[in-house]
């Protein structure tokens, strides 16, 4: 912790569907706990509005993740974030 990996690790992400080829939208969705997800507003991640939901895509992940997480006594929330983002 506080040695900056999971910050890089975030950042070569984004940089990454950034620099896809073909990309159809620059949205980007996370699925994290609920107990770190103001960590990622750094890298512009916020809240979904309501009108908005996840990619349908993400179904599968969503199911498996809210099992998961309800075993650890957490809670799943997803965040959106715009691929342009730059630090």
């Given at each position: 912790?506080?040695?900056?990996?999971?910050?890089?690790?975030?950042?070569?992400?984004?940089?990454?569907?950034?620099?896809?080829?073909?990309?159809?939208?620059?949205?980007?969705?996370?699925?994290?706990?609920?107990?770190?997800?103001?960590?990622?507003?750094?890298?512009?991640?916020?809240?979904?509005?309501?009108?908005?939901?996840?990619?349908?895509?993400?179904?599968?992940?969503?199911?498996?993740?809210?099992?998961?997480?309800?075993?650890?006594?957490?809670?799943?929330?997803?965040?959106?974030?715009?691929?342009?983002y730059e630090r």
């Amino acid at each position: 912790r506080k040695q900056g990996i999971g910050s890089e690790l975030v950042k070569k992400l984004v940089e990454k569907h950034t620099n896809a080829k073909g990309r159809p939208f620059s949205t980007i969705y996370l699925l994290t706990l609920k107990s770190t997800m103001d960590w990622y507003q750094q890298f512009g991640f916020g809240l979904l509005p309501d009108d908005d939901a996840p990619p349908q895509q993400m179904n599968l992940e969503i199911v498996a993740g809210n099992l998961i997480t309800k075993a650890m006594g957490e809670e799943l929330v997803c965040r959106r974030g715009l691929s342009s983002y730059e630090r």
